[in-house]
């Protein structure tokens, strides 16, 4: 067994020390994977998510297979889902810049009167509807986000869109 698997293992079982170790003995090549795979401008970002990702799997880790294969692993995705992040970003501030949101007039209450919908959500509801369908979040990302699983945000965001519509009715109506 590697040093580096041994401290994994240790830090598994509560061992701080060896978790400390473990990080200052595989961050160097945590970081230059992220630089080859997202860049040098988030390098730094993927680097610290994969050692939150790595803590939080910790006690899961069985050590199948060496830790630095366990461990770049986790890097790989936390890449992927920067990358993934990233793509989204742009794609949204280019409809934003294509589709600019125009200023609600002072006087004119259809933007309010939407805020006021919305917030009057119960808090849940209005996360996972804001998140999936105004911020453009998946489902799952939102159920990340959120700590919940996708089948809750689901329900959620169904509840939410009962909710608003409902609320759109009686105003048109009342």
Same mark, same amino acid.
């Given at each position: 067994m590697d040093e580096l698997t041994r401290l994994f293992l240790a830090a598994r079982d509560g061992d701080r020390m060896a978790l400390t170790q473990a990080i200052r003995a595989s961050e160097a090549d945590v970081w230059r994977?992220?630089?080859?795979?997202?860049? +040098?401008?988030? &390098?730094? $970002?993927v680097t610290q998510d994969t050692f939150v990702r790595v803590w939080r799997a910790l006690p899961q880790f069985r050590a199948d297979s060496g830790a630095r294969t366990w461990l770049l692993a986790i890097a790989r995705r936390a890449c992927a889902d920067s990358v993934r992040g990233s793509v989204r970003r742009r794609r949204l501030a280019e409809r934003v #810049?294509?589709?600019? +949101? #125009?200023?609600? $007039? +002072? *006087?004119?209450? *259809?933007?309010?009167?939407?805020?006021?919908?919305?917030?009057s959500l $119960? $808090?849940?509801?209005? &996360?996972?509807?804001?998140l999936t369908q105004?911020? @453009? %979040?998946? %489902?799952?990302?939102? &159920?990340?986000?959120? @700590?919940?699983?996708? @089948?809750?945000?689901?329900? #959620?965001?169904?509840?939410?869109r009962e909710?608003?519509?409902?609320?759109?009715?009686a105003a048109e109506t009342g």
């Open positions: 994977l992220a630089v080859h795979l997202v860049g +040098p401008g988030d &390098a730094d $970002d #810049r294509a589709n600019p +949101p #125009r200023t609600a $007039d +002072p *006087g004119a209450t *259809g933007a309010r009167d939407l805020n006021a919908l919305v917030a $119960d $808090d849940d509801q209005r &996360a996972a509807f804001v105004m911020l @453009g %979040y998946s %489902y799952a990302e939102t &159920a990340e986000i959120c @700590g919940v699983k996708i @089948g809750t945000i689901r329900s #959620r965001v169904a509840r939410a909710a608003l519509v409902t609320s759109l009715r």
